[in-house]
């Protein structure tokens, strides 16, 4: 038996919430949230090398992948490969990048299921930003 970390009530080292106040994991320490992250040691531009994130913090709140190479559920780099992605070249399948593979996507160039590009698109559904702007 532990205490709590929260509400220092007595709890099995086991248990995965305090019975009393809900804490998750109560015997840990210290906890950040469920899933997985990594961050790369090497850093160029402030940004680590690479990030991994399937991460929620203890609020729910998804943990961004955000790096050179991001790689997560929600991610952000010069390289994505995310579900929701943000970066100069990404694979996702929401995105908005400069080159695009995606299911969605707004981007400069791109292949795509759905999407809108500004030079070159190939998908099942994809149109020039110029032309539904009517700028031909």
């Known amino acids: 038996m532990k205490p709590c970390r929260e509400c220092r009530n007595e709890i099995s080292e086991q248990a995965f919430a305090c019975p009393n106040c809900g804490a998750p994991y109560p015997a840990r320490q210290s906890w ?3 899933g997985y992250e ?3 040691k090497l850093v ?3 940004l680590p090398l690479l990030h ?3 991460k ?3 609020n729910r709140t998804p943990v961004v992948a955000c790096g050179i190479i991001a790689i997560g559920q929600f991610g952000c780099g010069v390289i994505c490969i995310a579900q929701f992605g943000v970066g ?3 694979i996702a399948q929401f995105t908005v990048a400069g080159f695009a593979l995606a299911q969605f996507a707004l981007a400069y160039s791109l292949i795509a299921q759905f999407a809108v590009y500004l030079a070159e ?3 099942q559904r994809v149109f020039s930003l110029s032309k539904l702007l009517g700028w031909f």
Request: hydrophobic share 40%; net charge positive.
């Open 32 to 34: 950040d949230g469920w």
């Open 38 to 40: 990594y961050k790369s």
């Open 44 to 46: 160029i531009a402030g």
């Open 52 to 54: 991994i994130s399937f």
């Open 56 to 58: 929620y913090r203890a």
């Open 88 to 90: 100069v070249l990404s």
């Open 121 to 123: 698109g190939h998908g």
